[in-house]
């Protein structure tokens, strides 16, 4: 089925070249059927890439999916033009009063800086507030999951010695649990970071389940007993290029970047990388879209915040 996004979206283009059954707005009106409402806070720099690598995801499954981008007022983009943010995203004034079945909030470049000290933290926490009575199940990423373990259930984050880049292998933890299953004993994903949530401390919450991860990249997939809140510390949704686009990037501001892990063919920037993470990211997104939010959210979406 088709995943159903804003009329014009740049982002059209690139899936519909790659077979993706996109729907727009207009022919998505004359569907007499209960579309899965999705919304996205998309905090990354990249915009149209991280489009592009969500829609990818969430467009392969048989469920019809309206899809809704969130943007931050109290944060001025550098790399996208507020005529864009204007045009394809909404404000939370906008969404306040809607209800969702799933939200993702995706990570963001400022793990280095305190919570506290990310100038749209306040707008943040409010959305995240809202999200509990407005959204039925949240799937947050990398930093994204950072903020809500400290936000939800005050979980912090801490330094690494050095940044964490790279595909690295990881293992369930629970076996047969709903959001991993069909997963291998031992799948891949990207991570893409210089701070890390410990395994303990996640374990030491009562309401919270550590589900998978990797004994490089340490706490992988993380989330509430209910499944009401899902916390991923990698980026499953990368795709082949971004780790390298990131290292070139940095290499070009003079940051001296560590090289990505089990990514360049012999260690060469100049080698091609391969993606062989693809099929547990699609099955991982797919599971989430199946057990958390269509096998478990009310037909009348007006009834989240009663369940």
């Given amino acids: 089925m088709p995943v159903n996004i804003p009329d014009n979206l740049p982002a059209a283009e690139t899936l519909e070249n790659e077979n993706i059954f996109v729907m727009k707005g207009q022919r998505a009106t004359h569907q007499d059927i209960r579309p899965l409402q999705i919304l996205i806070l998309n905090l990354m720099?990249?915009?149209?890439?991280?489009?592009?690598?969500?829609?990818?995801?969430?467009?392969?499954?048989?469920?019809?999916?309206?899809?809704?981008?969130?943007?931050?007022?109290?944060?001025?983009?550098?790399?996208?033009?507020?005529?864009?943010?204007?045009?394809?995203?909404?404000?939370?004034d906008q969404i306040s009063q809607n209800k969702y079945d799933g939200f993702i909030i995706t990570g963001a470049p400022v793990e280095n800086i305190p919570f506290e000290a990310?100038?749209?933290?306040?707008?943040?926490?409010?959305?995240?507030?809202?999200?509990?009575?407005?959204?039925?199940?949240?799937?947050?990423?990398?930093?994204?999951?950072?903020?809500?373990?400290?936000?939800?259930?005050?979980?912090?984050?801490?330094?690494?010695?050095?940044?964490?880049s790279g595909i690295f292998s990881h293992y369930p933890v629970v076996c047969n649990h709903p959001l991993l299953?069909?997963?291998?004993?031992?799948?891949?994903?990207?991570?893409?970071?210089?701070?890390?949530?410990?395994?303990?401390?996640?374990?030491?919450?009562?309401?919270?389940?550590?589900?998978?991860?990797?004994?490089?990249?340490?706490l992988a997939i993380s989330a509430t007993r209910d499944g009401r809140q899902i916390f991923i510390q990698g980026h499953a949704e990368y795709d082949v290029m971004t780790l390298a686009n990131e290292y070139r990037r940095d290499l070009k501001a003079g940051i001296n970047p560590v090289m990505p892990e089990n990514y360049?063919?012999?260690?060469?920037?100049?080698?091609?990388?391969?993606?062989?993470?693809r099929s547990h990211a699609n099955l991982l997104f797919t599971n989430w879209l199946n057990y958390y939010v269509y096998q478990q959210t009310p037909y009348d979406i007006d009834k989240i915040s009663q369940v």
């Avoid at 291998?184 to 890390?196: C, G, K, L, Q």
């Avoid at 395994?199 to 991860?213: I, K, M, N, S």
């Fill in 45 to 92: 720099p990249t915009k149209i890439e991280t489009e592009i690598q969500l829609l990818r995801l969430l467009s392969n499954s048989p469920l019809q999916i309206n899809v809704e981008f969130l943007q931050m007022v109290t944060h001025e983009s550098k790399h996208t033009s507020q005529d864009y943010l204007d045009y394809f995203y909404k404000t939370y």
């Fill in 118 to 164: 990310v100038d749209y933290w306040e707008e943040l926490c409010k959305l995240m507030s809202w999200s509990r009575r407005n959204v039925f199940s949240t799937m947050h990423i990398c930093w994204g999951a950072q903020a809500g373990l400290y936000y939800h259930y005050g979980i912090n984050k801490y330094p690494l010695d050095k940044k964490i």
């Fill in 181 to 218: 299953r069909g997963f291998d004993e031992i799948f891949y994903m990207p991570h893409s970071r210089y701070t890390a949530v410990r395994r303990e401390d996640v374990e030491a919450h009562p309401e919270l389940q550590v589900l998978a991860v990797s004994n490089e990249a340490g």
């Fill in 264 to 277: 360049f063919p012999g260690n060469s920037p100049k080698a091609a990388p391969i993606m062989y993470w």
